[in-house]
């Protein structure tokens, strides 16, 4: 065994030049690194801070899954790819929330909306909320939509037809059959192949808490990694297993919550657009499928199993 | 791309480049910011882990640099960017450890030995073998908080002393003095030595 206590007698020029060389040698992960491995601890995320930010995404384009690469948050896709993949995310999306937060506008593929929790949009002028007196009472000062088609507030893409959305999507575009549901109002895609098929509110068809939108389907080219969303929710959030024609599915309730998918090649992708109501989703195959809207679990159920 | 990024962290970049980045982050350029944070945050890890307890380093690096996001407009221009993001940082680290409790286990351990053949250093040798390594960290983790924290700002992270200031928020005549005694602390506790090292 080494004599240790020979170090106390190191001239002072080489005891500093020891503590160097251990400063060298300590167990401290750099960033990126391939050696140490990083907590899984450390992935918590302040529920109040994310319910202070809304993110929308739109249209993201291909480098959707560079957002914590582009943060220089990312790890070479080496060992455990997927435990690092949540961790970096969610520190990316810490920062890109609180970058936004601070700035006020937009990062360029984001939009960025402001307001604690299910904030309403607000009306912008009294002209806007007189030309649609149909959606609330009128002793209530419940705000109407914006103008512009269902789900144009929400960041989700383009705007396209049915048709074009199963033409461009890189999966076959499914819809309710439900008929009292009948075609969607508007269809959208991004960049990403996301499609979202929005139904404005009407009866028998709640208001989320987006105004004026009962519903909104969301197909994603990815599966669901229920590890990943369930780490995301909050206290006030819940969530349960169901069954959704035979697929596993998962019902989110309560708070606005964030969504996690992993792409087609195993990166964890965020939703960044916070989710406007209880959400059911559920995977078949390659897809994903996310229904949210405010008609409770066993309508969600029963809607989603008409989608095929 | 990946590893280019890394010897942009572990040079020291040149306060002018800083400077521009800072700018244009004030300015709101976000993708300035990024190249900020890309610069440094391995220097903000490792300052983490040396005064976070363990499994909160991470966390209070995403503290920071957020915070620090927020502070840009408090930048003082022309002064040099690393100490005062590591302040940011340390300030974070010490707050999860107040927080964690006194002595909660702290991050900082010696890296398994990473150098195969190691001979019996000489007595007057700066380099250690992984025995006397692991001995070492075993009383650095010992000492307290500010004998630690200096001795770590100057040899681990490698600042000078008016950087060590800026990092750990002390006025600039304190470092030296400070050192001295943390040294000797060290060296106390080193000549005491009988049993054998702490690995944590």
Redesign the interface.
């Known amino acids: 065994?080494?004599d240790?206590?020979?170090?106390?007698?190191?001239?002072?020029?080489?005891?500093?030049?020891?503590?160097?060389?251990?400063?060298r040698?300590?167990?401290?992960?750099?960033?990126?690194a391939s050696?140490?491995g990083?907590?899984a601890?450390?992935t918590?995320i302040d529920p109040a801070r994310r319910a202070r930010l809304r993110i929308e995404a739109a249209g993201f384009g291909p480098a959707r899954r560079g957002l914590a690469d582009?943060?220089?948050?990312?790890?070479?896709k080496s060992a455990r790819p997927m435990r690092r993949g949540l961790?970096l995310a969610?520190?990316a999306i810490?920062?890109l929330a609180?970058?936004a937060g601070?700035?006020g506008?937009g990062?360029p593929g984001l939009r960025i909306v402001f307001g604690p929790g299910p904030t309403p949009t607000p009306v912008l002028s009294p002209s806007i909320g007189a030309a649609s007196p149909s959606s609330s009472p009128a002793a209530s000062p419940t705000p109407t939509p914006t103008a512009g088609p269902p789900g144009s507030t929400l960041g989700l893409g383009r705007q396209v037809t049915l048709a074009e959305a199963t033409a461009q999507a890189p999966f076959p575009v499914a819809v309710p059959s439900d008929p009292t549901l009948g075609p969607p109002d508007t269809v959208w895609i991004d960049g990403v192949g996301r499609v979202t098929l929005v139904w404005a509110a009407k009866p028998g068809l709640p208001s989320t808490n987006e105004p004026g939108i009962g519903l909104i389907v969301t197909e994603l080219p990815g599966r669901i990694e229920p590890d990943y969303f369930q780490k995301l929710l909050n206290a006030q959030t819940t969530i349960e297993d169901v069954d959704v024609g035979g697929a596993a599915g998962y019902w989110i309730s309560g708070d606005p919550h964030q969504f996690i998918y992993v792409d087609a090649s195993g990166q964890p992708v965020f939703e960044t657009r916070r989710l406007v109501g209880d959400t059911l989703a559920w995977s078949v195959g390659p897809v994903t499928y996310r229904l949210e809207n405010a008609l409770g679990r066993d309508e969600s159920i029963r809607l989603a199993e008409t989608i095929g | 791309m990946v590893y280019g990024l890394r010897l942009a962290v572990e040079g020291r970049p040149l306060v002018d480049d800083d400077n521009d980045l800072i700018t244009r982050a004030q300015r709101g350029e976000v993708m300035a910011y990024e190249s900020l944070v890309r610069r440094y945050q391995d220097a903000a890890v490792r300052t983490a882990y040396l005064i976070a307890p363990d499994g909160d380093a991470e966390d209070a690096v995403q503290e920071a640099f957020v915070k620090a996001y927020r502070a840009l407009g408090r930048f003082r221009d022309g002064s040099p960017f690393r100490p005062w993001l590591l302040r940011i940082v340390a300030n974070e680290a010490r707050n999860r450890r107040r927080s964690a409790g006194r002595r909660a286990g702290l991050a900082l351990r010696a890296a398994e030995d990473r150098r195969p053949g190691d001979a019996a250093p000489s007595p007057e040798s700066a380099v250690l073998d992984r025995e006397e390594r692991a001995w070492l960290v075993g009383a650095i983790n010992d000492l307290g908080d500010a004998d630690r924290e200096v001795i770590a700002a100057r040899y681990f992270l490698d600042l000078n002393e008016a950087e060590t200031a800026d990092v750990l928020g002390l006025p600039r005549g304190t470092v030296k003095s400070r050192l001295s005694r943390a040294l000797g602390r060290l060296r106390d506790r080193l000549s005491a030595t009988t049993e054998g090292p702490n690995r944590g």
């Open positions: 065994m080494a240790v206590r020979r170090l106390a007698q190191l001239p002072d020029a080489a005891f500093e030049e020891a503590l160097r060389d251990l400063g040698s300590l167990a401290v992960p750099a960033v990126p050696a140490a990083l907590s601890g450390t918590a582009r943060l220089g948050l990312g790890w070479p961790v969610i520190a810490l920062v609180a970058v601070a700035i506008f990062l």
